[in-house]
């Protein structure tokens, strides 16, 4: 007498716990990757807040400020103002700097505060030259003692890219070029937005970070999605075997 097989009877999965194991491990990754964008959005959210909140403030003078640099972080795109001379020896120029589409430099140079201190200021950016070999066109800087109103603005947030002479590294940049020419400045540098002279006020300045949120909640969602598709997927094939 033959047996025989049921139609309806199942097949028995093969590596269940391997199967499961591995819809685990991805299940836990995508929550991983959907609290990593929100935290990335809640950081960029109170960023956002403290730049908005900072720039509208009232100017405040440079001398109202003691200790700018232990506290830089506190001042952060804070508006100041500061009475001294440009350093016409010490100008450097950042490469790899674009504006509408176009390639150009952002002017760096020394500020020596009527105090003492000394510190970089972002003149703003320029465009390059037709060539390689041609200089850029940079603004002429008035001479004797002038006033600045601009951004603080910390050394390791400086802008991205590649002095002439100095090669980018971890460090800050403002760090480097001080140790390369043997200066000490403080440990900010500030953005200018405008002085006591009309020529003073940059083209182009130094522009803000784009203040939007960003996609990263978005992002999280996304993550968390993915996260029960694994789950129903893993339940899925078990059910069908």
């Not at 795109?77 to 589409?101: H, M, T």
């Not at 008035?142 to 002479?165: N, T, Y």
């Not at 940049?173 to 006020?201: F, H, R, W």
């Amino acid at each position: 007498m033959s047996l025989k097989q049921n139609p309806d009877s199942k097949q028995k999965e093969s590596w269940p716990i391997f199967k499961s194991l591995v819809a685990l491990l991805l299940f836990v990754l995508c929550l991983w990757g959907a609290q990593w964008q929100y935290q990335r959005g809640v950081d960029r959210h109170e960023r956002n807040t403290v730049i908005k909140e900072r720039i509208t403030q009232q100017s405040i003078g440079l001398d109202q400020v003691p200790n700018l640099s232990s506290t830089a972080q506190s001042y952060e795109w804070r508006i100041v103002r500061a009475l001294g001379e440009f350093d016409k020896d010490q100008q450097i120029l950042l490469r790899n700097r674009y504006f509408e589409g176009k390639y150009g430099f952002q002017v760096l140079t020394l500020f020596r505060v009527t105090t003492g201190e000394k510190f970089w200021v972002d003149r703003g950016w320029v465009q390059a030259g037709e060539t390689a070999l041609t200089k850029p066109s940079i603004p002429s800087l008035p001479l004797g003692q002038v006033e600045i109103e601009g951004r603080v603005r910390l050394d390791s947030s400086l802008p991205r890219g590649a002095f002439f002479a100095i090669s980018s590294s971890g460090e800050g940049i403002v760090s480097k070029l001080n140790a390369q020419s043997q200066l000490e400045t403080e440990k900010y540098y500030i953005d200018l937005i405008s002085g006591s002279l009309p020529q003073l006020t940059p083209d182009v300045p130094a522009q803000l970070p784009e203040l939007s949120d960003g996609p990263h909640m978005a992002y999280a969602l996304q993550w968390l999605f993915f996260s029960g598709l694994i789950i129903y997927g893993r339940i899925l094939i078990r059910r069908t075997r």
